[in-house]
């Protein structure tokens, strides 16, 4: 073998080493920065430099002290929800801010979506196949609203779907026919599959026909 078809193999195997450990340490790699980056938001919330070096509650500047506030503090606050008296309270917030002009729109919109992923009405839970381009064209989606009369559609009902490799979708209003629901797979699966292009299910998992 001459030393240039050496150089060319000894390259080939390079590149495939580098792109094979691209591979596995990219994704651990994101999913490290983005735990961090959501660790360090969190921790940061506390208002550090107001607190005096000799205060008695020094010890607040330390990492991950914050952190732990913050989550107590949720909890603590759901605890609360709870309970009959704040429940109501919280309601009656809750009922002022969605008729308040101009915060209505951001604190509905914001609340809509955090109950569509973490409420107790949530919208992304049940995934379907939706035919929305073409006869043999399906896309993932999840339904969001079984019916849509309202808007004088009869019959239909709004379907979200995920972009690929985004964080963005759009909402599709189409005749119930064209959605198929998916009993085997679940939630996540779906939401998954919608955003990367890659079904991972049991093999024992069917999609309808």
């Known amino acids: 073998m001459s030393p240039k078809l ?13 792109f094979q450990g691209l591979l596995i340490l990219a994704p651990i790699g994101i999913t490290a920065f983005m735990l961090y ?28 002290v914050g952190f732990a506030i913050v989550l107590i503090v949720i909890v603590f606050v759901g605890y609360l929800s709870s309970s009959f008296i704040i429940g109501r309270l919280i309601d ?29 009405k949530k919208k992304f ?30 019959g239909y009902m709004a379907v979200y779907v995920p972009h690929a490799y985004a964080i963005t979708g759009k909402v599709f209003m189409v005749r119930k026919e064209k959605v198929r629901p998916l009993t085997n797979v679940s939630a ?14 049991s093999r024992s998992c069917r999609l309808p026909r």
């Open 37 to 64: 980056w959501g660790f360090m938001t969190i921790d940061n919330l506390l208002p550090r430099d107001l607190i005096p070096e000799d205060h008695p509650m020094n010890f607040l500047k330390y990492k991950g």
């Open 92 to 120: 009656m917030f809750d009922h002022i801010l969605e008729r308040t002009p101009f915060i209505k729109y951001i604190y509905s919109s914001v609340k809509d979506v955090f109950d569509a992923f973490v409420g107790e």
């Open 6 to 18: 050496k150089f060319r193999v000894l390259l080939s195997r390079l590149l495939r080493y580098f």
């Open 125 to 154: 839970d049940h995934p379907v196949l939706v035919n929305v381009y073409g006869e043999d064209v399906w896309e993932m989606g999840f339904i969001t609203q079984e019916d849509v009369r309202a808007l004088g559609l009869e």
């Open 188 to 201: 996540g699966e779906a939401m998954k599959f919608a955003v990367s292009g890659v079904l991972r299910i």
